[in-house]
């Protein structure tokens, strides 16, 4: 990034995915377009508007969290604690850390533990206040991803969450950048993780007639872009990087995947729920990204874009995206790639950021996947099957209710 000369990597990647309960899995899964989308299962979604998800799928948190520990843990910090240990081990740092008072956790997280609260208010109202769990509050706040991740590895450095909607996650990985940029800390273990695929969350959502409802087609069901989209898919999972200032990685032999070199945050001042017009506020937080690290539009090749298949978001984000860059051939090609994994909503921009750094290392653009007839007001660069490419700068888009726009720059990492 520009500034004060600290440059800033990233150095490992963790995921636990609808698509795959680890890195490669998952990477496979959405260049090849295969869903981990399907009818959701966790509870009865019978009486529901929108009764499928991306749900994680065999995932036995006593493989990687102490059984008495996991049962006092919230699902979105169990998920998070997975995807922080596959992200450290790839960082080669394992379970500790020599720097730890240098070494920081920020985790964002839109919702934290609605599950826990919804079994916590069943208690309350079937047996009284007196059979409220003790771990009631820590297992609920939605901070208490940052706080375990950090015990579990010993780190500590600046420890906190971000909360801002489904940009959450982009808040936190643009928060640790700039902590390591302005001297705070040499390295941050950051990212996302969300579970919110509960009853009253998917109710909630469905009220708001925000989600898809094509039931008995769920694989094809999330579709940005395309003409015959109806909404977004919920969906639950953690993406977490190890980033770190770059003689730090160097000094440590730490194999460097991509440098973050700019970022963009901004805000609609518009709407609850809805986008501001053209997408006012995402160009801006897109621009702002450019101008961070110092180049032009024309210098990015790819865009991860927020694209939720909704009727709002996408013509709004494609505007933008053609405002900034331009139109035509010579623009950057975009994907979103939640058509394959669903929208991770705070845990959305730590998944994709792995994605993004996947794309770079492979030179591979993934796919948009069930983008079968473009919205004419949706038109862009798209990527419709996986392709070889040559990547330098790739871009990271997150956007959430209450007009919060984050845009992450990556750059292939060269001296």
């Given at each position: 990034m520009s500034g004060n000369g600290r440059r800033v990597v990233v150095t490992g990647l963790g995921l636990i995915s609808p698509c795959g309960n680890d890195v490669q899995s998952a990477w496979e899964a959405v260049l090849a377009r295969r869903?981990?989308?399907?009818?959701?299962?966790?509870?009865?979604?019978?009486?529901?508007?929108?009764?499928?998800?991306?749900?994680?799928?065999?995932?036995?948190?006593?493989?990687?969290i102490d059984k008495k520990e996991a049962r006092r843990m919230d699902r979105f910090t169990q998920l998070a604690i997975a995807a922080s240990v596959e992200a450290?081990?790839?960082?080669?740092?394992?379970?500790?850390?020599?720097?730890s008072d240098r070494f920081g956790t920020i985790i964002g997280s839109g919702i934290g533990g609605i599950y826990t609260f919804e079994t916590q208010h069943e208690n309350l109202i079937a047996k009284g206040p007196s059979r409220i769990s003790p771990f009631f509050i820590p297992m609920m706040i939605s901070d208490m991803a940052a706080g375990l991740v950090s015990v579990r590895f010993g780190l500590k450095g600046p420890n906190f969450c971000t909360v801002s909607a489904c940009a959450s996650g982009g808040h936190a990985i643009a928060t640790a950048c700039l902590t390591i940029k302005h001297g705070l800390a040499d390295a941050v273990l950051t990212g996302g993780a969300e579970a919110t695929i509960s009853p009253m969350a998917l109710g909630g959502f469905c009220s708001m007639k925000a989600l898809s409802t094509r039931n008995d087609e769920p694989q094809r069901a999330s579709r940005p872009f395309d003409r015959d989209r109806d909404g977004f898919i919920m969906a639950e999972g953690s993406g977490m990087v190890v980033i770190e200032e770059l003689e730090h990685a160097r000094a440590r032999g730490a194999t460097i995947l991509a440098e973050l070199v700019g970022i963009g945050m901004t805000g609609d001042a518009y709407h609850m729920t809805s986008p501001a017009p053209e997408g006012e506020g995402q160009g801006r937080a897109m621009k702002m990204a450019l101008d961070d690290a110092g180049i032009e539009p024309k210098d990015v090749d790819y865009i991860n874009a927020h694209g939720t298949s909704t009727q709002l978001n996408d013509p709004g984000e494609a505007a933008a995206i053609r405002r900034v860059f331009g139109e035509g051939p010579a623009a950057p090609k975009v994907s979103s790639t939640k058509s394959s994994h669903g929208h991770l909503l705070g845990a959305a921009a730590g998944h994709e950021l792995v994605i993004c750094v996947r794309a770079i290392g492979e030179n591979m653009l993934p796919p948009t996947a069930n983008l079968e007839n473009v919205d004419p007001a949706c038109e862009l660069n798209h990527v419709f099957e996986a392709e070889k490419a040559e990547l330098t700068y790739v871009m990271s888009n997150s956007f959430g209710f209450g007009g919060h726009?984050?845009?992450?720059?990556?750059k292939r990492y060269g001296e």
């Open positions: 869903s981990g989308i399907d009818r959701i299962g966790a509870f009865d979604v019978g009486e529901y508007t929108s009764q499928i998800g991306g749900e994680i799928k065999d995932f036995d948190p006593t493989t990687v450290m081990n790839s960082a080669g740092l394992g379970e500790g850390v020599e720097d726009n984050v845009s992450l720059l990556l």
